[in-house]
C-alpha cells in the first residue's frame, strides 16, 4: 500500500522492494539497451575488445573481453541499483560501498583467474595493473549508468506528477464552472420562478426542468475528461433556453449546426464561458440581436466553433478569468494545436472563435435537441 507522505522517489524504493531483483534487472537491461545508452557502451566496449586482440597472445584473448564486457553490462549498473535504491538512508552507505567495490572487484579477479586456471595464457585485460583498471571501469561505468537510469526515471516520473497537477487543476477550474454560470443569472432565474409559481405555473414549471438539465449536464462535464460535441451544445442550448424563459422577446438565438454533427470530442463545458459572456455583454445589455452559434468542421478532421452576440467587443475585462480559462483548457487539452480568438464582428457585434483538432467520437450523433 502507498504512503502518500512519501517522497516519490521513496516510493519508487518501495516498489521496486517489493517487485524483486529480477524485475529491476529487466527494467536496468531495458534501460540500457535503450540506443542514447547502448552506444556509448559499444564506444566503450569495443576498443577494449580490439585492444585485447591486439596486445594479447592467446586466441582466447577476445573471448574473454567479449565476457568481460557482458558481465559488467549485465550485472555493474543493476549492482548500483539494487544497492543504492532512491532515498537511501546515509548511515546504510558504508556497506553497501564496501559490497559494491567488491562486487566491481570480482570480474576483474575473475577475469585473472579462469585464464589461469584453464592455462589460457595472460591477456592484456588480465595482466597486473590492467585488472584494477577493469575494476574501475566496472565501478565508474557501473554508477554512471545506473544514475542517469535513475535520473531519466525520476524525470520521467516528475513529469508525470506534473501532469496529473495539470490535471487536477483543470478539474478545479471545471468545478469553479459554477461560478461562470452568471450567479446573478441563476438566482435572477429563480426569483423569476418564485414569480411564475404565483402567476403563471406553466411557464415555472418550464423554468425548473430546464434548470435542473443544465445543472445535471454540467455535473456530468465535471466528472468527464472529454465528451462528445452534442453534450457540449445541449448545455449550451440549456443555457439559452434558460435566458428565453425569462425573456423570450430579447434572448434570440441563431443556430447554425450542420447535421449529422462531427463526430468530435472535446473537454467539457469550454464553450460554456463563451456563452455567458456573449449573453451577458449583448442581449443582457440591451443590444438587439441575436446570439449566434456556428460549427462548422475543418479539413483534416479539426472543428471551428464560433459564438457571437450583437453588442460591441470593448477588449478584454481586467480581471477577467472566464476567457484566460478558457484558453488555458485549450493549452491543457491540446497543447499548441488549437487556437481561441475574440474580437469584433460584423456591424456592432463581438465574435469568438475556438480552433479544436477533433478526437474520434461516436457517428451518427445527430442535431442538437
Known sequence: MRDP????????ALGRARDGPLALWRDTARALLAPRRLVPILVVCVPLVLAQHHFSRTGAAVGIAVATCAAFVAFGPFAWRALFPPGLAARALPPRLAAYALAGAIPAVLGWWVPSRLHLGETFLTAGVNLIVSAALFWVGGWG??????????LARARARAAALEREAERAQLMALRAHLDPHFLFNTLNAIAEWCREDGATAERAILELSALLRRVLAGV?????????????????????????????????NVPAPLPAAELPPLILLPLVENAVKHGPARGHVGPVGIRVRGLAGGGLEVRISNPGPFAGRRPGGEG???????????????ASFAIGAGPGEGTVAEVRMPARAGEEGEGCVP
Not at 5 to 12: L, S, V, Y
Not at 232 to 250: A, C, F, K, Q, T
Open 145 to 154: 549508468l545506473a544514475r542517469d537510469v535513475e535520473q531519466e526515471q525520476g
Open 223 to 255: 466528472r468527464a475528461p472529454w465528451w462528445p460535441l452534442a453534450e457540449e451544445l445541449r448545455v449550451v442550448r440549456s443555457v439559452l433556453d434558460l435566458h428565453g424563459v425569462r425573456d423570450p422577446d430579447r434572448f434570440l438565438v441563431d443556430w
Open 5 to 12: 507522505d512519501a517522497p516519490e522517489d521513496r516510493r519508487a
Open 323 to 337: 476567457l484566460s480559462m478558457v484558453e488555458r483548457r485549450l493549452e491543457l487539452a491540446y497543447g499548441g494545436g
